[in-house]
């Protein structure tokens, strides 16, 4: 369901106002309610209770004017009486209907029940032996208790009279303070509602500045898209062309440094060889400080290469052009093999080296997150102090795979964190590095990650050094 939005802020700020006065028309709704409420639960109290009282009495003079006749009937032996005793029967029955039909406690209820009962039975009873002087006065005997639980029904009544009132009272504080509540609650409820409007009139404005901070930080892949007035909208269809724009030059770019690499690659090879030529003495022997140019330009021109194919790296990465060869392999052994490769750099600086051996599928490209891997751990020896250690942790989270590299070293700078992703940025190089680096390993890393629909970030860790946490997704063969 597309949401509606206003035109201009103009409609948007009246539409505000008009539903900040919504609360007091409630309020006033409100209070309306619990009058009639009240209104109506009064009027049953005082239809209940004055029932209740004038039929408990009307049943208890009909219970004492049908003793009195049956009694009557008893001594004089005059059976044609019973008709008048059958008529205040049936004006018992009556009597107590009405009274179950005014009542509300279980209690009452099941008193008037047991009575009904039991004058039924003496009534039934009567009828049958009405004729047998010894049973008649036997059933005459049980209007004792018939009387008693008449008394009781009675002495119920009056106090249901006084519960009546006592809960009508209640009532009436209840809604006082219901109403007082809710009148409380009105200035708070339109504060809120303010503020729901202040955010819905900066929503659009923050979403127009994250565009622009996301245009700066070169995500020319996610839309711009601006919700709010019409006019805002337009700014942000706006913004969206100048990002697909800027997304097109950046590609441009792209496959222009790409080109550029790789046509560097082969004299840079001539180069190598001449260079190895040379060293070889193949061409014939060479003096020290020959030998010494001859071994400045082998250096260099492996230097160069390594930076032409950092940056090949990371413009493939970039630009996702070539598919993921994703295969199913074990992320120990991978981790295994790339802290094995950097041994001798760990050996030659006395760092301790410590990774996960828990075994662990993950199926992606074992070529890219091997190069993640590498970069990171790079990174770490490179900072890492003499002596420092290094953890490489994994475990399985869910349907993911968590990766921390964790160091001893200098850490990284306050004011570097949000660059370190940054492509050719280099923070200050310790002085123990041999060579200095291209500035595009993290770049690369972040790349590779989000080539596999994961995440990696630097966090702040229990130690003084860099903690970097990369989230994969398990993944499967499709």
Avoid at 120 to 137: G, P
Avoid at 227 to 240: C, M, N, R, V
Wanted: aromatic share 6%; hydrophobic share 40%; charged share 25%.
């Amino acid at each position: 369901m597309k949401i509606y939005h206003p035109r201009s802020f103009f409609i948007l700020l009246l539409s505000a106002f008009c539903l900040i006065i919504f609360p007091l028309l409630v309020a006033l709704w409100s209070a309306e309610y619990f009058m009639g409420k009240l209104a109506e639960q009064s009027t049953q109290a005082l239809y209940r209770t004055t029932g209740s009282a004038k039929n408990s009495q009307i049943l208890l003079e009909l219970l004492v004017a049908q003793e009195r006749k049956v009694l009557i009937l008893d001594t004089l032996e005059a059976s044609e009486m019973f008709n008048d005793v059958e008529k205040i029967h049936l004006n018992i029955q009556e009597t107590m209907t009405a009274l179950d039909s005014v009542m509300v406690n279980n209690d009452q209820k099941e008193r008037i029940r047991r009575l009904r009962l039991l004058e039924n039975n003496f009534f039934s009873a009567l009828e049958e032996h009405l004729h047998e002087r010894k049973k008649r006065r036997k059933i005459i005997r049980s209007y004792k208790e018939l009387n008693k639980l008449a008394n009781e029904i009675n002495e119920v009544s009056h106090k249901f009279i006084v519960n009546e009132a006592e809960n009508l009272q209640k009532a009436v504080s209840h809604a006082r303070k219901t109403i007082l509540w809710q009148t409380s609650c009105l200035v708070l409820f339109t504060f809120s509602l303010i503020t729901v409007f202040a955010l819905v009139i900066i929503r659009p404005i923050r979403q127009i500045d994250q565009g622009i901070v996301r245009l700066g930080k070169g995500d020319f892949t996610t839309s711009i898209e601006i919700s709010g007035p019409k006019d805002l909208e337009f700014i942000g269809k706006k913004l969206d062309w100048l990002r697909s724009r800027l997304a097109a030059l950046e590609h441009d770019k792209t496959k222009f440094v790409a080109h550029v690499s790789h046509e560097l690659k082969t004299p840079l090879s001539a180069l190598r060889e001449g260079a190895g030529l040379l060293e070889e003495e193949i061409v014939g022997p060479l003096n020290d400080q020959q030998k010494e140019v001859v071994d400045i330009i082998s250096k260099n021109s492996i230097k160069l290469q390594k930076l032409i194919e950092n940056i090949l790296s990371y413009n493939m990465a970039q630009a996702r052009q070539a598919p993921l060869s994703k295969t199913k392999f074990n992320l120990a052994y991978l981790i295994k093999e790339v802290a094995e490769s950097h041994k001798p750099m760990a050996l030659k600086k006395e760092i301790h080296l410590d990774w996960s051996d828990e075994l662990i599928n993950l199926t992606a490209d074992r070529q890219q997150i091997r190069t993640v891997i590498d970069n990171l751990l790079s990174n770490s020896l490179k900072y890492t102090h003499r002596k420092g250690r290094i953890k490489i942790k994994t475990k399985k989270q869910k349907q993911n795979v968590i990766i921390e590299i964790i160091d001893s070293g200098s850490g990284i700078a306050g004011q570097d964190v949000d660059k370190i992703f940054s492509p050719f940025f280099q923070g200050k190089s310790p002085d123990s590095a041999p060579v200095k680096g291209s500035g595009l390993g993290l770049a690369i890393v972040k790349e590779y990650v989000a080539n596999h629909g994961g995440t990696v970030e630097l966090v702040d860790g229990e130690e003084k050094g860099a903690h970097f946490i990369i989230v994969l997704p398990q993944g499967k063969l499709s």
